[in-house]
C-alpha cells in the first residue's frame, strides 16, 4: 500500500520519501532519546568533507536529520561536538 500525503504544495509518495530517508531521527526527537536514556551509543562518520552523527536504537544505526534535509551534516567535528553538548550526548565514537 502506498500512501500519498502533501509536504509545501507538493504531493509525494510515502514509498519514495521512505525508501529516500531510510528512517532518521529528527533532532527533536534526539534530545528526548537522550533525555530518557533510551538512545546511549553514538557515532560520528566522516563523509568527504562533512561529518554526520548516527545514533544506535537496537541492531541499526540511524542518521539524525534536519528540519530540511534527510541526513544532517556539519562542516567540522568541533560543531558536531558542540551540537551532542547541546542536546545532552557525553559520549560518542568517531570514525574516520
Request: with cysteine; proline share 2%.
Amino acid at each position: 500500500m502506498v500512501a500519498l500525503y502533501q509536504q509545501g504544495g507538493a504531493w509525494l509518495d510515502s514509498g519514495a520519501e521512505e525508501q529516500s530517508m531510510k528512517r532518521a531521527i529528527e533532532q527533536e526527537t534526539l534530545a528526548a532519546l537522550v533525555e530518557t536514556g533510551a538512545a546511549r551509543e553514538f557515532r560520528v562518520l566522516r563523509e568527504g568533507e562533512t561529518w554526520r552523527l548516527e545514533l544506535r536504537l537496537g541492531a541499526k544505526w540511524l542518521p539524525i536529520r534536519s528540519r530540511r534535509e534527510p541526513v544532517r551534516y556539519w562542516r567540522s567535528l568541533t560543531a558536531v561536538g558542540r551540537f551532542c553538548e547541546g542536546v545532552g550526548i557525553k559520549v560518542l565514537t568517531v570514525q574516520f
